[in-house]
């Protein structure tokens, strides 16, 4: 017999989503210190811009790192919650000593794209669980980056 979580999922489906959830946590928190990096160290001709922006996506990215987490709780698992395990997990790598503005848009779109696959999967998974929730929130974080890649591929494309 197939055992139901307290919201009514099946147990073996929210193992699984938990799963993907917590690769997900993880390129959240290695995308958000890239960003936090990047607004810090940010220099040249375009900093007063970048800098605010860098700090958008990074406030941004810890709401979702927030808002995954208790995702992962909600479905009665443990979100992973060490840097070790993020690193390990993340197959966003740690970009470090970046000042330039036109290298660090484009690591973050290279971050997004990890992102919102990601995301696209565990929405096809969730869909196919009957997780509304997770479908949900997945939905909205694709839909958001996607226009956030339009719009940092326009600011590359701009000379």
């Not at 987490?69 to 992973?80: Q, Y």
């Not at 591929?153 to 000379?159: D, E, M, N, T, V």
Request: hydrophobic fraction near 40%.
């Amino acid at each position: 017999m197939e055992t139901t979580t307290a919201i009514g999922l099946k147990s073996n489906d929210t193992d699984h989503l938990a799963t993907q959830l917590n690769d997900l946590l993880a390129n959240y928190q290695i995308f958000y210190m890239n960003v936090r990096g990047f607004h810090w160290n940010i220099r040249g001709e375009k900093f007063f811009e970048l800098h605010a922006k860098f700090e958008e996506l990074y406030t941004n990215a810890l709401e979702k790192v927030d808002e995954i987490a208790e995702r992962i709780l909600t479905l009665s698992h443990t979100p992973v919650h060490s840097f070790t395990d993020y690193i390990k997990m993340s197959a966003i790598k740690e970009a470090t000593q970046i000042s330039d503005g036109l290298k660090a848009v484009e690591i973050i779109l290279n971050n997004f794209k990890v992102l919102i696959v990601k995301e696209r999967e565990i929405l096809k998974i969730a869909s196919e669980s009957d997780d509304e929730g997770t479908s949900s929130l997945m939905s909205d974080y694709i839909r958001e980056q996607e226009k956030l890649v339009w719009m940092y591929s326009s600011y590359l494309s701009r000379k």
